[in-house]
């Protein structure tokens, strides 16, 4: 059986839509079992309901709006820190939260603790793909600054997160970069290629460069960059999807021909609106852990939830804590 946590007061929703995303994970998935974090009144009626659910009572909640360090120190009794706590405790083998990023990155940083070796952990998400195939994008904000050195690395635990969890038998990896010519960068970019080629001086694994314009057209594995540019490109990316919706809707308000249009064209829209919000994957991964840790997103739902306590479970039982270690000893094949 595996077991997860799940932060029942992370998110921007009511707690109701959390329960309900664990209740779907529990029906979906005979041998998961969870740690339900949160309040007395919230949790103890819940898991009292649902025999592979167990109460983490907690009595403070980490707010998105407060300074990350300054609340893990505060609310030793908050949802993240108490749920980081039962992970390295091995009352649970990994944890799901769709809380402030920054709080579960450095709880999840400091009370599961970082694989040997590793330099920073980083966040990765998988992007849909024109062609089908996914992407692994990292670092998607946790380190804004960078050495060659780490990035690296980042390619390395890209290359474990896209075998376990996307099935990808031996991914390849391209550095986000202004054109695909070797010669294309800034200073920093062209360091990250010049690390990269050592890495790979036969270019068994690494690509070269890849352009922002690869980012949705699932040429790539894996993409990675320094964090800061990471979470530019992706918030960018879901600027731009808001901006085509919005702009769809209000155009077809103005016409009774495109109204129609669009009415046929929804299910369409959905399916697309669905692939870019990461609900099928149910969030990000901080890898380099010694425990799989997914970070939903703020505006959560139920299958998010569903989705996320899932592929946490998927990523416990692939290995891959020691696909990452043994990325970054050996390589993968």
Not at 158 to 181: I, K, M, Q
Not at 204 to 224: K, P
Request: charged share 20%; aromatic share 4%.
């Amino acid at each position: 059986m595996t077991t997860i946590c799940v932060d029942v007061m992370g998110g921007d929703r009511e707690p109701q839509v959390v329960l309900d995303g664990i209740a779907a994970a529990l029906e979906a998935d005979a041998d998961l079992s969870v740690l339900v974090a949160g309040p007395q009144d919230v949790v103890v009626p819940f898991c009292a309901h649902h025999g592979r659910a167990r109460a983490l009572v907690c009595t403070e909640a980490i707010a998105m709006d407060e300074h990350p360090a300054e609340a893990i120190r505060a609310k030793k009794d908050s949802t993240i820190v108490r749920g980081c706590a039962a992970v390295r405790a091995g009352e649970a083998d990994g944890l799901f939260s769709a809380g402030s990023t920054g709080a579960i990155f450095a709880a999840a940083t400091l009370g599961i603790g970082r694989i040997r070796g590793i330099k920073r952990p980083a966040i990765a998400s998988a992007l849909p793909g024109a062609s089908g195939r996914q992407t692994v994008m990292l670092d998607l904000g946790a380190n804004a600054d960078v050495r060659p050195d780490v990035i690296v690395q980042f390619a390395q635990m890209g290359r474990a997160y896209a075998h376990v969890v996307l099935g990808v038998d031996s991914p390849r990896v391209a550095l986000l970069s202004n054109g695909t010519e070797e010669t294309k960068g800034s200073e920093l970019a062209l360091s990250y290629r010049r690390a990269l080629d050592e890495a790979d001086p036969d270019h068994a694994w690494f690509a070269g460069n890849a352009e922002g314009v690869d980012l949705l057209a699932g040429t790539h594995d894996v993409i990675v960059t320094d964090g800061f540019t990471g979470n530019v490109a992706l918030k960018s990316l879901e600027g731009t999807a808001k901006y085509l919706l919005r702009e769809i809707r209000r155009l077809t308000s103005e016409s009774k021909r495109a109204a129609m249009g669009a009415l046929m064209l929804k299910p369409v829209l959905k399916e697309v609106a669905r692939g870019l919000s990461g609900d099928e994957l149910g969030g990000a991964v901080l890898l380099g852990l010694k425990a799989p840790v997914l970070i939903g997103h703020g505006d959560t739902s139920v299958d998010a939830v569903k989705n996320g306590t899932i592929a946490t479970a998927v990523a416990v039982r692939g290995g891959l804590v020691d696909k990452v270690a043994q990325a970054i000893t050996r390589g993968i094949d």
